[in-house]
């Protein structure tokens, strides 16, 4: 079993940046064997794939909303994903989950192991 919890959400103005982390635990998370991917999700709408990132960290993968502004990252010796977010706009308002999987990519149905949610609000 994987257990995964955001923080680093909060408020911040437009053309603000914020930091979410994914810490996660599990007897096999530590071999680095998980596909991470950060979602998100705005009140009334389905949950969205903003970023993902390969085992290694050798490839990422961004939805084109945010390509250029948000950085995903990880550190398989912290087990820990990152999601570097700058050039914050109010349609970046959304609850953010981070999310693991052996195999998933940019869908929600390709992932098992999903944290609770971080709440990120952009003010302009």
């Known amino acids: 079993q994987v257990q995964l919890v955001e923080s680093g959400g909060g408020l911040v103005q437009a053309g603000g940046s914020l930091r979410l982390s994914c810490a996660a635990s599990?007897?096999?998370?530590?071999?680095?064997?998980?596909?991470m991917g950060w979602f998100r999700q705005a009140p009334g709408k389905d949950r969205e794939f903003v970023a993902a990132?390969?085992?290694?960290?050798?490839?990422?993968n961004y939805t084109d909303a945010v390509l250029g502004r948000f950085t995903i990252s990880r550190d398989n010796a912290k087990i820990t994903v990152y999601l570097q977010m700058n050039s914050l706009k109010p349609e970046d308002t959304a609850v953010y989950y981070c999310?693991?999987?052996?195999?998933?990519?940019?869908?929600?149905?390709?992932?098992?192991?999903w944290g609770q949610g971080t709440q990120v609000t952009v003010s302009s």
């Open positions: 990132i390969t085992r290694g960290g050798t490839r990422a």
């Open positions: 599990g007897r096999t998370f530590s071999s680095g064997i998980y596909v």
């Open positions: 999310a693991a999987d052996s195999t998933g990519w940019n869908f929600p149905h390709e992932y098992s192991y």
